[in-house]
């Protein structure tokens, strides 16, 4: 069955030092991929996808994110963190025929000053 | 401004009480889908939409019903509340099946005494 598993509940960052976040992934076939972020008291944002081609993606905010098929993994990384960024972050895959997103647990940022 | 729209974003009810929560989308979406969201569960899919009058089961349906009656609109109805559905509801939308990206409401926090 397909999963996502976000191995770090919660993570603290100083303001300024670089960010990578984990996500793992389970599927069969090439994944469709994505990470949302959520701030509190907000809605789900994206920040980027992967669907296929070059698989060092760019997003919004100054993230981008890796695909490695080998090890079946989507890490989220920025290189440097503001203040604004302290939020909920998801990775997700989409379902065959994406009749659904599932979601990892999500991975809480503290950012620190 | 293209946006999922979500009402009300708070509810606080009681055990038993019907209650509806609308969905709207102005983007002219295909598809439509409603998650919960629980702390340590992340996003799990309650009920999804491909078209009007096309709607089927997610991973945690029990206790909900939706309709898809207006391309635009896609109500989740609780017909009979239980403190075990109090949480955080986000209905999402997609332009099609297979477009996989999905864009979310701002969420609806109900709460079930």
């Known amino acids: 069955a397909q999963s996502v598993t976000q191995p770090d509940i919660h993570i603290t960052v100083s303001e300024g030092a670089s960010l990578e976040l984990r996500c793992n992934y389970s599927y069969g076939a090439t994944p469709y991929l994505f990470w949302y972020v959520q701030s509190p008291g907000q809605g789900l944002q994206l920040l980027l996808k992967y669907f296929s081609g070059d698989t060092l993606v760019q997003g919004i905010k100054g993230f981008e994110a890796e695909f490695k098929r080998s090890q079946s993994s989507f890490n989220l990384r920025k290189p440097s963190v503001h203040w604004s960024d302290a939020a909920e972050y998801f990775c997700?895959?989409?379902?065959?025929?994406?009749?659904?997103?599932?979601f990892g647990k999500g991975t809480t940022l503290s950012v620190s000053s | 401004e293209a946006q999922v729209t979500q009402n009300p974003r708070y509810l606080i009810t009681v055990t038993g009480k019907k209650l509806t929560v609308t969905c709207s989308q102005n983007?002219?979406?295909?598809?439509m889908s409603w998650y919960r969201q629980d702390p340590g569960l992340g996003l799990r899919q309650i009920y999804y939409s491909m078209n009007v009058e096309v709607t089927d089961k997610g991973d945690v349906p029990e206790g909900y019903k939706v309709s898809r009656k207006e391309k635009r609109n896609f109500p989740l109805i609780l017909e009979s509340p239980s403190p075990n559905q109090t949480s955080l509801y986000f209905c999402a939308s997609s332009p099609e099946q297979g477009t996989y990206e999905q864009y979310f409401g701002p969420g609806t926090r109900l709460t079930v005494t």
């Open positions: 997700a895959v989409a379902k065959w025929a994406g009749t659904a997103l599932i």
């Open positions: 983007m002219n979406h295909e598809y």
